[in-house]
């Protein structure tokens, strides 16, 4: 690779990084970038992805280079199509998981009941923990390699050197000690007695361990292999092909060869290719994708339109401006990656207490031996206690703590409507103490509907209805849907209608009972001289600022009435507002619908914070405002204009009736279409995280209680299988306390 010419110009880069295991790894990578002189870089664990900026005295080889001194493997990202990219992960780590599986279980169970013990069956048991020990926990000991390299130790660590302590020693025991005679068992004594540790083995602690530990990682792969579809599913919203205006007749051509400056025609209910200018046509243009209005918003020559937004009802000419990579659209995807990337990964706990505990059990297992030796004991009773000690701390319950509290959890979410994806999740949970809304479809329904007939003196109410929905029933638009099918569903069938027509950017009539009825606009009565009464007045000029659109309906040459149409608030969202209070959590809307409909909404519900009439950057821009305050941010929305606000976001948390662009950026799924989910949501997360917590320390616990009897020499190895056992039947049943869980309603 050829390196850069030297400028003086920042550089934005993404390197792809293999071979992280834990979030420490992370942080040892990001720290080796960011020694070198220029150079700004963040790395993201769940991505595993670094983003690098530097200037022109950096090269790309010396980036390279870095990354490789740290212990782990960089390269420039390289776009293959689907069928071409690598094999996923998971799919090998799953295939390594079934085959420990199987070997593993008999070496457990053999272990565990005496009565199964047959002659030589210790031999067995050596032939199946093998394959799990050595090669099954391959990664770990790689890991742990890498990390001493840099004086480090994880989580890895202890697994590692527990395992192979366990295989190491019953090998020695088996081929060089008693354990390998015939008619050898593991009776079930708890005594305390000192031996020389020759005729026991630990196999099936090290195979189980290992086991555990592969199921942990394939899980976690699995949630890793979904960072990056946010992105392809935002980018998957835009048009795939266009029709072009070229030398007076159309062409219909791929999207990537639509040009800056090209005319081209979209068609009711089509996306529009790119950003632009209207240069021909008047139409609605449903841009909810981008700004969460759920009104459409009505276009002329000169407006401007953006790509992946729906042309509604009017054939339009587009002139492109923005194509590509330049599109808002595409900035969109750039925001949800930037965000992606720099979202600190959560530190896991197992890795925060292993720092600790790895060290001090290592030197404790030799100031043992170190110990027995001078004391004039046999090599092998010294040998025996400080390979015990370092058996001890194998963490079996610890593999356990958090997949099995996760699991129910995560189990018990999904029969509430929540989904959980990871257990990096959690922590944020405990400590959010603000949380932003998203206005439409999260707080409201989204969809518009009828909330009010006003009538005119001698008119009556179901007449008006029932006309306006006569003429509306030929049109596309948001609002006509709502009034037809309101008018369908209250009345029932509705007369049909002729000479139907749409006057653009005003509204509708038609020919209905042989009366041309008119709806629309007041300057559309207006201009057709049609009067409207005092009260019909009051009524429109009341609507606006209750959040409603005022629609008029009038034949014969006056106004007969009103129709108010609203995107309606969801019964339980005052609920949900009053329970996420209750958790401690200031809640506020932000939304890119108007200032008047919003603070509408907000009262409704009981929200006293309103931020109204903002694009998805500015979502951004607000959220990270709040966290440079020192909030803990949660953000709940559905729309891809959410989808970088909930990636940004601390805590992000999609409904699940909004777009998988949304779901996939956030961190907790909510399948229900009910904002009460949240609080559930966060009191699931919170009880999880207090499980996990518990299970670890219990799962420590017993480890730290033992190792003053493997230290004294006193360990017999049915004593430290009934620790390992009791430990993790206590996790397993600590954590099934989750079932429990139930509604705050």
Not at 206 to 225: D, M, N, S
Not at 486 to 511: C, H, K, W, Y
Request: glycine residues 8%.
């Amino acid at each position: 690779m050829s390196a850069p010419t030297p400028t003086s110009a920042v550089t934005s880069l993404e390197l792809s990084i293999d071979g992280m295991t834990c979030a420490s790894c992370a942080a040892r990578v990001e720290k080796k970038l960011n020694k070198l002189d220029g150079v700004a870089a963040t790395v993201n664990f769940a991505t595993e992805k670094a983003r690098v900026e530097y200037d022109g005295h950096v090269t790309t080889d010396q980036l390279l280079a870095a990354v490789e001194a740290a212990g782990y493997h960089a390269s420039l990202p390289q776009q293959l199509p689907a069928e071409e990219a690598a094999e996923d992960p998971a799919a090998a780590l799953r295939r390594r998981l079934l085959v420990c599986v199987a070997l593993s279980v008999p070496v457990i169970a053999l272990a565990m009941v005496p009565a199964w013990q047959f002659t030589y069956w210790q031999w067995l048991s050596l032939t199946l923990a093998a394959p799990v020990v050595i090669w099954g926990g391959w990664p770990f000991h790689v890991a742990t390699w890498t990390n001493l390299r840099h004086r480090a130790v994880t989580m890895d660590t202890l697994v590692s050197v527990g395992t192979l302590s366990a295989f190491g020693w019953s090998v020695y025991a088996l081929f060089w000690g008693h354990a390998g005679m015939p008619g050898m068992t593991h009776p079930f004594a708890l005594t305390i007695s000192r031996t020389d540790g020759t005729g026991n083995i630990y196999l099936e602690a090290a195979a189980g361990v290992t086991t555990f530990l592969i199921a942990g990682r394939y899980l976690e792969a699995k949630a890793k292999r979904q960072a990056g579809a946010a992105l392809r599913a935002l980018l998957d919203m835009g048009a795939k092909d266009v029709s072009v205006r070229r030398d007076g007749r159309e062409h219909r051509i791929p999207i990537e060869q639509l040009r800056a400056g090209d005319e081209f025609v979209v068609r009711p209910g089509e996306k529009i290719a790119a950003d632009g200018v209207v240069v021909e046509g008047r139409s609605a243009v449903d841009a909810s994708m981008l700004t969460g209005e759920s009104m459409p918003v009505d276009v002329q020559p000169d407006d401007e339109v953006v790509g992946a937004t729906v042309n509604v009802d009017g054939l339009l000419v587009v002139r492109a401006r923005r194509v590509g990579t330049d599109t808002q659209l595409a900035q969109m995807a750039r925001l949800v990656e930037n965000a992606q990337n720099g979202k600190a990964s959560a530190q896991r706990l197992a890795d925060r207490v292993s720092a600790v505990f790895v060290p001090v059990v290592i030197a404790l297992a030799l100031a043992t031996l170190g110990f027995w030796l001078v004391a004039g004991a046999p090599a092998a009773a010294a040998f025996t206690a400080a390979v015990s000690v370092l058996i001890i701390a194998c963490p079996c319950a610890l593999g356990l703590a958090t997949p099995t509290a996760l699991m129910v959890g995560t189990g018990r979410g999904a029969q509430l409507g929540i989904l959980i994806k990871g257990p990096e999740v959690l922590e944020s949970t405990r400590r959010v103490d603000t949380l932003i809304l998203d206005k439409t479809g999260t707080v409201t329904t989204g969809t518009m509907t009828i909330t009010g007939v006003d009538a005119c003196d001698g008119e009556h109410p179901d007449e008006v209805l029932r006309m306006a929905g006569a003429v509306e029933a030929a049109s596309e638009h948001p609002i006509a849907r709502a009034i037809s099918s309101g008018a369908d569903d209250m009345l029932g069938e509705l007369p049909s209608v002729t000479s139907f027509e749409n006057l653009r950017g005003l509204g509708v009539q038609g020919i209905v009972e042989d009366r041309t009825v008119l709806l629309g606009r007041p300057r559309l009565f207006e201009e057709q001289g049609y009067p409207v009464a005092p009260e019909l007045a009051d009524a429109v000029r009341e609507a606006e600022p209750a959040g409603r659109t005022a629609v008029l309906v009038g034949w014969d040459g006056r106004a007969r009435g009103v129709l108010s149409v609203a995107d309606t608030v969801k019964q339980t969202s005052a609920e949900a507002i009053s329970l996420i209070e209750q958790l401690g959590l200031t809640p506020i809307m932000v939304t890119g619908d108007n200032e008047s409909v919003a603070r509408a909404v907000a009262a409704d519900v009981g929200i006293e914070r309103v931020i109204a009439g903002v694009l998805p950057q500015e979502k951004v821009d607000i959220v990270v405002s709040l966290q440079r305050e020192g909030k803990v941010v949660a953000m709940v929305g559905d729309g891809v204009n959410d989808a970088a606000a909930l990636a940004q976001a601390d805590l992000g948390l999609a409904m699940g009736s909004g777009t998988d662009v949304a779901i996939e950026a956030s961190d907790l799924t909510l399948v229900r279409d009910d904002l009460r989910a949240v609080p559930d949501a966060i009191r699931l997360s919170r009880r999880t995280l207090s499980i996990i917590k518990g299970n670890l320390f219990w799962a420590f616990a017993y480890n730290v209680a033992a190792l003053p009897l493997a230290a004294a020499g006193l360990l017999n190895p049915m004593i430290a299988g009934a620790a390992m056992a009791f430990s993790s039947v206590f996790v397993v049943t600590n954590s099934l306390r989750l079932r429990g869980f139930t509604p705050a309603r």
